[in-house]
């Protein structure tokens, strides 16, 4: 099941509005995060139009953990972050996803809660297409 409406479901100008597809995974999508404060911060979507982790079952649950430690261990290996923070919202978009939001010592937010989009830090699309071929390689 789709959303018309959702960045997850139907890719194209809606995603492209935060993030940019890297690649499809077990049960569910890798995104680059667009802003890049926490580089390296990516998004594993499930791959429908779900609001909760309770609404899938107990397989498709462990095959989505899988694809988020799958992603997981790619950003530790590509940015080498001191922290990787993992983080579930939706309460507007209600699809189920998880921010992997990397945390690094020297940070502007060590220590802290990540801001969801400080609008802070883009990047060229030189740039995003070399942290795609990293992640994607380190997968």
Same mark, same amino acid.
């Given at each position: ?10 890719r194209g100008e809606l995603l492209a509005k935060f993030g940019i597809y ?15 404060? #926490?580089? !390296? ?12 982790? @309770?609404?899938? +079952?107990? &397989? $498709? ?43 690094? #010592?020297? !940070? ?12 802070? @830090?883009?990047? +060229?699309? &030189? $740039? ?12």
């Amino acid at each position: 099941m789709k959303d018309c409406n959702c960045g997850y479901c139907m890719r194209g100008e809606l995603l492209a509005k935060f993030g940019i597809y890297i690649c499809d995974l077990s049960v569910s999508t890798l995104i680059l995060f667009k802003e890049q404060s #926490k580089r !390296g911060r990516c998004i594993v979507a499930y791959k429908d139009h779900v609001s909760e982790i @309770v609404d899938i +079952s107990e &397989e $498709e649950r462990n095959a989505f953990f899988a694809d988020v430690t799958r992603a997981a261990k790619a950003i530790h290996k590509v940015f080498k972050p001191d922290k990787l923070n993992y983080g579930a919202y939706g309460d507007t978009g209600c699809h189920l996803h998880m921010h992997l939001c990397p945390k690094y #010592k020297d !940070g502007d937010e060590w220590g802290g809660t990540f801001q969801m989009n400080p609008q802070k @830090v883009y990047l +060229s699309d &030189e $740039e995003y297409k070399k942290m795609i071929e990293d992640i994607k390689a380190a997968l």
